[in-house]
């Protein structure tokens, strides 16, 4: 099999990406939510974040959820393209994946929590 190089793997590159996100925003929930809240709080991180370091940690943090997601989805794809019937380690595949998208909302969570608190107290004074 021929390998694609140069221009040629770069567009198909973009190509499948374009592929899996249509998949995602048509077919995966979680997914969907997720893009939603990032897309209401990216434009708020411009106006709680006091420097480009405070902006891209707020930014990071929403663009880490979305990569976990896609990766998490990524497991129960290739989990369930292997079969359907239950197994221990497919199991702890998909549960593994879940965690990681648990834990990295519980810490867009906290630092958004601690921006949103530090702009409130601000704002009120």
């Given at each position: 099999?021929?390998?694609?190089?140069?221009?040629?793997?770069?567009?198909?590159?973009?190509?499948?990406?374009?592929?899996?996100?249509?998949?995602?925003?048509?077919?995966?929930?979680?997914?969907?939510q997720e893009l939603i809240l990032a897309a209401v709080l990216a434009?708020?991180?411009?106006?709680?974040?006091?420097?480009?370091?405070?902006?891209?940690?707020?930014?990071?943090?929403?663009?880490?959820?979305?990569?976990?997601?896609?990766?998490?989805?990524?497991?129960?794809?290739?989990?369930d393209r292997v079969g359907q019937e239950y197994h221990e380690l497919?199991?702890?595949?998909?549960?593994?994946?879940?965690?990681?998208?648990?834990?990295?909302?519980?810490?867009?969570?906290?630092?958004?929590?601690?921006?949103?608190w530090r702009y409130g107290s601000t704002a009120i004074n």
């Open positions: 099999m021929k390998k694609n190089t140069g221009i040629t793997r770069v567009l198909l590159a973009f190509k499948h990406s374009g592929k899996g996100f249509k998949f995602l925003i048509t077919q995966e929930a979680a997914f969907q434009p708020l991180s411009f106006v709680i974040s006091q420097n480009l370091s405070e902006l891209l940690l707020l930014l990071m943090s929403l663009a880490l959820v979305l990569i976990v997601e896609i990766l998490n989805t990524a497991i129960e794809a290739t989990v497919s199991g702890l595949a998909k549960d593994l994946g879940s965690m990681a998208v648990l834990v990295s909302l519980l810490f867009a969570a906290g630092v958004w929590i601690t921006f949103l």
